[in-house]
């Protein structure tokens, strides 16, 4: 079974995507950017599902710095900002893909299969 981080400091997201993928994947929860990265070293997760707005260290930041040792792991942007720019910014830190909350079952889904080859 694949392991998922998803680094996200709101509970009601938490809970919608752990209702989304608890049944298919091990998943952890970090609530902000030092707390991902400090479980990306311990779990050595699958795949990343990283907020953009984080307390602390901001998802763009917290990318960066996990990319300086795991520039393979899959990172999936999530941010409630769908403006022009901010999926750009978020490949320019280093993640794979971006997602806009409230997130789309279906896209995620297909971005799982993608990054994680199933």
């Known amino acids: 079974m694949k392991t998922i981080l998803i680094v996200e400091d709101t509970e009601l997201n938490i809970d919608l995507i752990t209702q989304l993928l608890e ?4 998943l952890l929860v970090a609530r902000d950017g030092i707390e991902g ?9 699958d795949l990343i ?16 710095t996990i990319r300086k040792t ?6 999936i ?12 910014k978020a490949k320019d830190a ?9 997130v789309d ?6 971005m799982l299969k993608k990054h994680l080859g199933e």
Do not use: V, W
């Not at 990265?37 to 997760?45: D, G, L, Q, R, W």
């Not at 079952?105 to 297909?110: G, K, P």
């Open 23 to 26: 049944d298919d994947y091990k």
């Open 37 to 45: 990265i400090s479980m990306t070293t311990e779990y050595n997760p």
């Open 49 to 64: 599902l990283m907020d953009i707005s984080l307390p602390i260290l901001d998802g763009y930041e917290a990318t960066r």
């Open 70 to 75: 795991r520039p393979n792991i899959p990172i």
């Open 77 to 88: 942007g999530l941010s409630a900002h769908a403006m022009d720019g901010h999926e750009q």
């Open 94 to 102: 280093g993640c794979n893909d971006y997602l806009t909350k409230p």
């Open 105 to 110: 079952d279906l896209l995620l889904f297909e």
